[in-house]
């Protein structure tokens, strides 16, 4: 990271902290009202590697049931309880994800098999960050794939007086100097959390916003406001004063916002864990039209190695929270779902086989889920690759048929306008043609 970079993450990860100093008292909220229905890509990370094979069940395969003893979903049946939801004859929800099953049938989600990264890494961390920079296999990129993003599709900052067509050369002003960084672009990528995930950082100006009930109410401390000015004010000059004036630009935003007065929809309920407020809080920040376009969340918790369960355990628990989260969170947006689209993923999925502690190691393919208004929902898509041994990758694993930076590309292309493929996934040329039609154009 250079050291401009380095200042401007510095300067915003300050927010995250909670009761930031507020000595910007000039209004802003006036810059956010044309962006109150902005187009919304919510990015879900389920960290840890998810095991898709039992996330959709793919129950028309018999090896599923040869491989898996303790952890195997049973078919569909109207006689029995606890069995995978049918989605086509094929595939099934796992029983815990019952509630976005309404979705599919409202075609409203659609899910995406055997998907996931080329490389064979089965490492977390390696193929994490693969994920996040859309460079696998490539250690050397900085940026993450959802900041380049941002950088594409900037077309309307006014920051500077004046409007930038070109989202490269928006984000070139930006990292220059030339432009200020403005709060409302700053808004523009929120992740949440107290840090920074891989996928937001870069150029374009971000936050990380660890819980939005402490955020930006402070500014009642002079004593430390003092010393920020002293500290950005003086010789650092443009390269952080205009990333201080983004970050406290933002916090004027927020604070006019009246986020405080927020409530949920009635009968919306969600989970009371940290993903659900932060899910809770990714809704206040749409609804209340500060110009959010791309949302970041995680949630933990799948790497089951051991004790993994199958209707029940673990991962069921899991899924519960997963479902019941994002349904709440759909339901709290309601008619706003018409401008979002929800887009899961993970670093890679486990093994077909089951080990000998009942869980799942490492593995390869996986799925994903895309929902939204603007999603061509009520179907599966991607090509099957089977479970018979010589099906399989490197004979353990579900094999990918479906490159997970084509799935992000058709995404970003389609709903938020991003137009410079070659620069967001770099090294790796975007065929419309392997596009599988999960948003319609």
């Not at 004046?162 to 030339?178: F, K, N, P, T, V």
């Not at 003086?234 to 990333?243: D, F, L, P, Y």
């Not at 994903?368 to 399989?392: A, C, S």
Request: charged share 20%.
């Amino acid at each position: 990271m250079d050291r401009r970079c380095f200042v401007k993450s510095g300067v915003f990860a300050l927010l995250a902290l909670g009761r930031p100093p507020g000595f910007l008292t000039r209004s802003l909220l006036a810059q956010t009202t044309a962006a109150a229905r902005k187009k919304t890509l919510i990015c879900i990370f389920q960290r840890g590697a998810v095991d898709g094979l039992n996330m959709v069940i793919p129950f028309g395969d018999a090896a599923y049931y040869a491989n898996r003893r303790a952890t195997a979903i049973r078919a569909p049946s109207r006689a029995a309880e606890n069995t995978a939801i049918d989605l086509d004859g094929f595939f099934g929800l796992h029983p815990s994800l019952s509630a976005l099953h309404d979705l599919y049938g409202r075609n409203e989600l659609a899910i995406v098999h055997a998907v996931g990264s080329p490389h064979p890494t089965r490492s977390h961390f390696e193929a994490q960050d693969f994920m996040e920079t859309a460079t696998p296999g490539m250690k050397s990129t900085r940026d993450g794939w959802l900041n380049r993003v941002l950088a594409d599709t900037a077309h309307d900052c006014q920051c500077s007086g004046r409007r930038l067509e070109d989202g490269a050369a928006h984000a070139a002003d930006h990292a220059s100097g030339q432009v200020a960084m403005g709060g409302a672009a700053a808004l523009r990528g929120i992740a949440m959390g107290s840090e920074m995930p891989r996928s937001m950082r870069g150029r374009a100006p971000t936050l990380a916003i660890a819980d939005l009930d402490s955020f930006g109410v402070g500014g009642r401390d002079a004593t430390m406001q003092d010393a920020f000015t002293r500290t950005y004010g003086s010789e650092a000059g443009t390269i952080i004063g205009s990333a201080a004036d983004g970050a406290f630009e933002a916090l004027q935003i927020l604070k006019h916002a009246d986020l405080a007065r927020y409530r949920p929809a009635a009968g919306v309920n969600y989970p009371t864990t940290p993903f659900g407020r932060s899910l809770r809080q990714v809704a206040q920040l749409i609804k209340s039209g500060v110009g959010v376009e791309i949302a970041f969340v995680d949630i933990g918790g799948w790497d089951t190695h051991q004790a993994q369960g199958g209707v029940e355990g673990q991962l069921a628990r899991r899924f519960d929270e997963l479902a019941r989260g994002i349904r709440a969170l759909y339901d709290d947006l309601g008619d706003r779902m018409d401008d979002v689209v929800l887009m899961t993923m993970s670093e890679f999925g486990r093994t077909v086989h089951e080990n000998g502690t009942g869980g799942t190691d490492h593995g390869h393919g996986t799925c994903m889920m895309v929902m939204g208004g603007p999603v061509r929902g009520g179907k599966v898509y991607g090509d099957w690759p089977g479970l018979q041994p010589e099906q399989l990758y490197e004979r353990r694993d579900l094999d990918v048929t479906t490159d997970f930076r084509d799935l992000f590309a058709e995404v970003v292309r389609t709903h938020l306008g991003a137009t410079s493929m070659d620069r967001i996934f770099p090294g790796y040329a975007i065929d419309p043609a392997r596009a599988r039609g999960v948003l319609r154009g």
